[in-house]
């Protein structure tokens, strides 16, 4: 299956600074890319849908203003974390969308994700 | 809100079948059901999808009912690595299809 790295796969800050994480697509290009966030022992919970030259979708009750994406190609979306605390600490994943129609659908594939811990 | 329930945990015997069921009594015609796992602190891991057929990869099967309102993600042979909580979804859709995750089964295979 196609391959999907994030960077860095953990971070700490410090409360108040703000940290930038990278998705990529290694082998395939992706118009669209999501960005999850997974407390422990939860389960993942979408905050956004990322498109390739246009304005992230959020989810209901995820602060636009505070996760910033970007995704400025087709291989690379970016969540920024602005002004972190540590109630922001928790495991960030994104996936991305094969645009290819296979089997009657289009695949999506999960990053390894990225811990961030705010102290 | 998810589309699909699932028991919160089981355990299966190592060497034995690993049945995990999946209830999405809500899913439309031409909705397919995902099965995804995620080992603890990796992102989820693609198993198998299927739209009406029972379908088998080289990790498992996947049983769907006739009516659709259910499916099984079969194991055949559990060893200590499946060890995972797994996900049945069923995309949602607004402006673009989605992901939206339960709260999975946690599978529990015992040596």
């Known amino acids: 299956g196609a391959v999907v790295s994030q960077h860095p796969s953990w971070v700490i800050c410090k409360s108040g600074t703000s940290v930038k994480i990278e998705c990529r697509s290694l082998?395939?290009?992706?118009?669209?890319m999501f960005w999850y966030r997974q407390f422990p022992k939860q389960s993942l919970m979408l905050m956004a849908t990322s498109n390739e030259g246009s304005k992230a979708t959020y989810e209901q009750g995820v602060e636009k203003d505070k996760f910033l994406i970007n995704h400025a190609s087709l291989t690379l979306s970016t969540l920024t974390v602005t002004s972190a605390h540590p109630e922001d600490s928790s495991f960030y994943i994104c996936?991305?969308?094969?645009?290819?129609?296979?089997?009657?659908?289009?695949?999506?594939?999960f990053g390894p994700g990225t811990r961030l811990t705010v102290t | 809100d998810a589309k699909t329930t699932q028991p919160p945990s089981m355990d299966c015997a190592e060497g034995r079948a690993a049945n995990l069921p999946c209830n999405h009594s809500t899913i439309s015609g031409n909705e397919y059901v995902y099965w995804y796992r995620q080992i603890h602190s990796q992102g989820p891991q693609y198993i198998i999808h299927?739209?009406?057929n029972n379908e088998t990869n080289e990790m498992a099967s996947l049983i769907i009912t006739e009516d659709r309102k259910s499916s099984t993600l079969i194991l055949p042979h559990a060893t200590l690595r499946d060890t995972a909580v797994y996900y049945c979804?069923?995309?949602?859709?607004?402006?673009?299809?989605?992901?939206?995750f339960g709260t999975g089964t946690r599978l529990k295979v015992l040596a």
């Open positions: 082998d395939f290009q992706a118009t669209t």
């Open positions: 996936s991305a969308r094969d645009p290819l129609w296979t089997g009657g659908s289009y695949e999506q594939y």
């Open positions: 299927g739209l009406k």
């Open positions: 979804i069923v995309r949602a859709y607004s402006g673009t299809y989605k992901y939206i």
